[in-house]
């Protein structure tokens, strides 16, 4: 049947039909018409209608049942209007966070009223905000769990029944004996037609624990097949009172009489825990004394006798208006013996919670409840054990998952699966869970594929910000609102480039690959390369707290933390245009990885210094074999490369190794002392020095006894001299010297990761450790450090022309000595000499391949260049030279005044281009 509005999709039920108001009492009330009910008038039929009822309603498998107990005549207005109102807020919370039933007596009085007003305007609620996304987006966000509010209702009790009530509803400990009509929020009906009150209690009872028990049989059966195979409990088991433990069925008493207490008496001889809310007065006050008192006291004889008095007191005081001793007296016997059933042995089946603000997060009472009630034998079962967990983690309860579910599993009976994981990946809020499962070493390259990336992607709680901020960056939009796998397969490694700079970051094939056991390289690479695709998901879909749990278990925390925060700064930027609140906060997510790597890098500093530069001259293949330096430089990161660690670094780089002695006359300035030994050479010999720390493999170790290994061990070295063609070129790049402990510890390391990472690729670096360190000999009489006289001198003119800072000031000369040649020929007349005008266009055509070299070299190590600019600034400065070469060929028939002016213009604009 059609469901025609939003109010039958939220009640999860169909329309029924009737006849007659004797079989279907909703019909004396148009307006509940199209509610499904039904109507049991026999004990013996309430199996087979409870199965009619789930075939034909239709009802969704609920997580949990939730049973509300009170009585009608003797419920009174709360003490504390706030601890009404939180408890209402605690029901719609538990119906909005899992699939939940309520079940009740349904009348519009008491707690009925109370859950069905919380009920409609949740409704409401819904209704208003449907209508808000679909005219503000054009599509709905998500759908919220069903709301099922069942109510199991006394016909003997309903205005316009037929049916009378017996005597005993005269006296004041029994319910309400005049008639009450359904409360209209509720959205299934189930009605119990028994005059006498004790059999109709007894029946609505027997009718909610064998919903439970069905519903937990078809939700699964393999739990039932547990059960019966291990022989656990088998007395219950065939008694029907285990079978609900897959959908726990807990019961809560506020305030209740004595047809409560039945009920009560019924839920716990089945094995039903029972919450008492204290506070609330009547039944609920006396239970949870009695069993207070019971727990302190013990199960005497005298301390019985104690509690038998005690609760006689109370509930005569309680209920004053009853006639009949022998009334109170049946009362009081039946709350000791609920007091007895709750206390069993291994288990707890009644628990005891104050009535207070905290009715809220009534989750927080509910689960340890349920677990309370259960047996050692049933808690153990791993069916058990995983559907308990599953629930604890849809409520987003990680504290009493740990104390209640993994802190009783003492043979470690539960196991995370990739359906867990992918749960607590989806489910917003849930980084405790996916923190506990990494720390279980779990294993992600197992986990992820391509396809799941792409359902992790289409099917997250909490969309809004990839949908308002990534989902734009997408090249073409496939359709709408939908993910194609091509946007995993292309487009995903497009916005990571366009948003952080680091091209090509994730391959699918790899990812793929890995997961189906065909390992492109080993295991350990194919872990850090899931762990790099869940981050890139966790940023985009902003949700930074799950990306900052996933960064604890990274591999490369340093690294991985300045992608993220030039991610974040890409993001940061695109948003801004849309809206500024977001832009500022995940501007601020990106400057807090910022921090934490600063953070890892400073401990590590502290430390050991030496560790901490050969990190810094560490290449990451994951990260488009970048340095940290050189990704905090590409992504702009200051906070990051003002560390001192950095800094001490870059000055090691523009230093290139050298050090600048104070021979002579320590007025001159070192770099007038830097530029002469570079031209003149013989200066080398008394300016400039060579320390053996940064240049060990250069040395001849003949004399090795003048060498200090402690200094080199301690300090950091250079080692600039030792790397490849490639990585001499990479101005980013330090291949720092172990000493012989550090090349004998990467040794055996290797050995052991010899089989997973390649022979052939340990043996390259064990060769290049053994040659980057030559063995020191053990000790040393002496600490002179500088061996000028075994490095050759066309090694020494080598290493002084390849530091930065002589590239730099060499530079600087010939830059101003070509402004003033080119000054001399702006100002001489036009017939001026034609050697200086050839002079100074071959050096400015020289400057353009300068350009352009530097163009290539940054464009191949993935610096941030804008090719615009740099194609404006060649053409630039070439169409300047054809027009002064032109304007000087033919300068008969050109003034000199105008080619003077091209040429000053020319050289004011270069420079300026220069300068920038």
């Not at 807990?250 to 008496?265: E, K, N, P, S």
């Not at 094939?509 to 350990?524: A, K, M, P």
């Not at 941030?864 to 027009?883: A, C, D, M, N, Q």
Request: net charge neutral; with cysteine; charged share 25%.
């Amino acid at each position: 049947m059609e469901r025609e509005s939003l109010l039958d999709e939220e009640l999860n039920g169909f329309q029924h039909t009737a006849k007659s108001p004797r079989s279907h009492p909703l019909l004396f009330d148009e307006s509940l018409q199209r509610k499904p009910s039904v109507v049991i008038d026999d004990p013996a039929a309430v199996s087979r209608t409870v199965t009619r009822i789930l075939e034909q309603w239709a009802l969704s498998s609920p997580d949990i049942i939730v049973a509300f107990v009170s009585g009608t005549r003797s419920f009174t207005a709360w003490k504390n209007e706030d601890h009404r109102a939180a408890l209402q807020k605690g029901i719609i919370k538990l119906l909005n966070a899992t699939e939940t039933w309520i079940l009740d007596s349904g009348l519009d009085y008491g707690i009925s009223r109370l859950i069905g007003n919380a009920v409609r305007n949740e409704l409401q609620f819904r209704q208003s905000k449907r209508e808000y996304e679909v005219y503000v987006r054009g599509y709905l966000k998500k759908r919220r769990h069903a709301i099922l509010l069942m109510g199991v209702v006394p016909m003997s009790l309903l205005r316009g029944s037929d049916d009378e009530t017996d005597g005993h509803d005269n006296d004041a400990a029994e319910d309400h004996p005049e008639k009450c009509d359904v409360n209209p929020s509720h959205t299934h009906f189930i009605f119990v037609k028994e005059p006498k009150q004790e059999v109709a209690t007894a029946m609505r009872s027997q009718i909610i624990v064998e919903l439970a028990a069905q519903v937990s049989r078809r939700r699964n059966p393999t739990f039932v097949r547990e059960v019966q195979n291990t022989g656990v409990d088998e007395v219950s088991y065939q008694k029907g009172t285990v079978c609900h433990e897959q959908v726990p069925l807990i019961a809560v008493l506020i305030q209740g009489g004595m047809r409560a207490l039945d009920m009560v008496h019924d839920y716990l001889k089945s094995d039903v825990p029972v919450l008492v809310i204290k506070g609330t007065g009547f039944l609920a006050d006396i239970l949870a004394f009695a069993y207070e008192e019971h727990k302190e006291r013990g199960n005497n004889r005298s301390a019985m006798d104690i509690i038998r008095r005690d609760v006689s007191k109370r509930v005569a005081r309680s209920f004053p208006g009853s006639k009949k001793d022998e009334d109170l007296t049946l009362m009081r016997n039946r709350i000791i013996d609920c007091v007895i059933l709750g206390s069993q042995k291994e288990k707890e089946l009644i628990s005891v919670v104050e009535s207070s603000e905290d009715l809220v997060d009534l989750d927080n009472y509910f689960l340890p409840a349920v677990f309370a009630a259960r047996s050692r034998a049933t808690n153990i079962l791993k069916e058990q054990v995983r559907s308990d967990f599953l629930l604890t983690m849809k409520l987003n309860k990680p504290g009493i998952a740990d104390s209640k579910i993994l802190g009783r599993d003492e043979e470690q009976i539960f196991q995370v699966d990739n359906d867990l994981f992918e749960k607590a990946l989806m489910w917003k809020g849930r980084e405790k869970f996916v923190e506990r499962f990494m720390e279980e070493d779990f294993a992600l390259h197992r986990f992820l594929s391509h396809s799941r990336l792409l359902n992790l992607f289409r099917h997250a709680e909490d969309n809004d910000f990839f949908v308002n901020v990534v989902w734009h960056q997408v090249p073409r939009r496939y359709f709408e609102h939908t993910i194609e796998e091509t946007f995993v397969t292309k487009d995903l490694n497009r916005i990571i480039e366009k948003l952080s700079g680091f091209s090509n970051f994730l391959s699918m094939h790899d990812l793929s690959s890995n997961y189906l056991g065909i390992f492109v390289t080993d295991e350990y690479d194919a872990e850090r390369k899931a762990m790099n695709a869940l981050m890139v998901w966790a940023v985009l879909m902003g949700r930074f707290q799950l990306a900052k749990t996933l960064w604890k278990f990274c591999e490369d925390p340093i690294p991985m933390a300045l992608f993220v925060s030039a991610l974040a700064r890409g993001l940061a930027q695109h948003s801004r245009s849309t809206d500024t609140s977001v832009a500022d906060r995940v501007s601020a997510q990106g400057r807090e990885f910022s921090t934490m790597a600063i953070d890892v890098l400073d401990m590590s500093y502290k430390e050991s210094n030496a560790r901490t530069f050969d990190l810094l001259n560490q290449k990451f293949p994951d990260f488009n074999d970048r340095t940290p330096i050189k990704a905090a430089y590409i992504s702009r990161n200051k906070y990051f490369l003002a560390h001192e660690a950095c800094q001490i670094w870059l000055n090691r780089l523009w230093e290139g190794g050298l050090e600048i002695t104070d021979s002579w006359n320590s007025r001159i300035p070192e770099e007038f002392k830097l530029v002469v030994s570079a031209l003149l050479v013989f200066p080398i010999y008394f300016w400039i020095r060579y320390p053996a720390k940064n240049f060990v493999k250069d040395f001849s170790w003949v004399e090795h006894d003048k060498v200090d290994s402690g200094s080199i061990n301690e300090t950091t070295r250079l080692g600039y001299e030792n790397v490849g063609q490639r990585d001499k070129n990479d101005l980013f790049h330090i291949d720092s010297l172990f000493d012989r402990e550090g090349v004998d510890n990467t040794e055996r390391k290797l050995k052991v990761l010899a089989e997973l990472e390649g022979k052939n690729k340990s043996t390259r670096f064990r060769h290049s450790l053994k040659h980057a360190a030559p063995e020191a000999p053990a000790s040393s009489s002496g600490s002179n450090l500088f061996i000028n006289r075994n490095l050759p001198l066309w090694k020494k003119v080598y290493y002084l022309w390849s530091a930065p800072r002589t590239k730099f000031w060499i530079f600087q000369l010939f830059y101003w000595i070509y402004l003033a040649v080119f000054s001399v020929v702006v100002i001489l007349p036009t017939c001026n000499d034609l050697g200086l005008d050839v002079i100074i266009l071959i050096w400015t055509l020289f400057n353009v391949l300068e350009i352009a070299l530097r163009t290539v070299y940054q464009i191949h190590h993935g610096f941030p260049v804008s090719l615009f600019r740099r194609g404006v600034e060649i053409t630039f400065i070439t169409g300047f030279v054809l027009l002064v070469a032109i304007f000087k060929t033919y300068f008969n028939f050109i003034r000199p005044l105008y080619t003077r002016s091209l040429m000053a213009f020319g050289m004011y604009n270069y420079g300026s281009w220069l300068r920038s």
